[in-house]
């Protein structure tokens, strides 16, 4: 079975050879960027639908709809 490298982890993989003979002289952070943005931008994107959703909910919810002529809660939440 045959195992293939993403772009990113191959990109890495060669600046972090271009640094250890020498040909560039990036900081390691920057050596290591294509692994981290990555990863960065996939956690934005995450935290991002995970906000959408949330506000979608609230949207929707029952307990947080005008249909309810202004109650805050329903009435069965309520004392008898």
């Known amino acids: ?20 003979f020498g040909a560039i002289d990036w900081p390691w952070i920057m050596v290591m960027a294509p692994l981290w943005v990555g990863a960065t931008i996939i956690t934005i994107l995450l935290i991002s639908i995970a906000c959408m959703n949330k506000l979608r909910r609230i949207k929707n919810n029952k307990y947080f709809s005008e249909k309810q002529s202004g109650q805050i809660f329903p009435k069965s939440l309520l004392r008898k």
């Open 1 to 20: 079975m045959a195992s293939k490298l993403g772009f990113a982890p191959f990109l890495c993989i060669v600046f972090i050879l271009l640094k250890l």
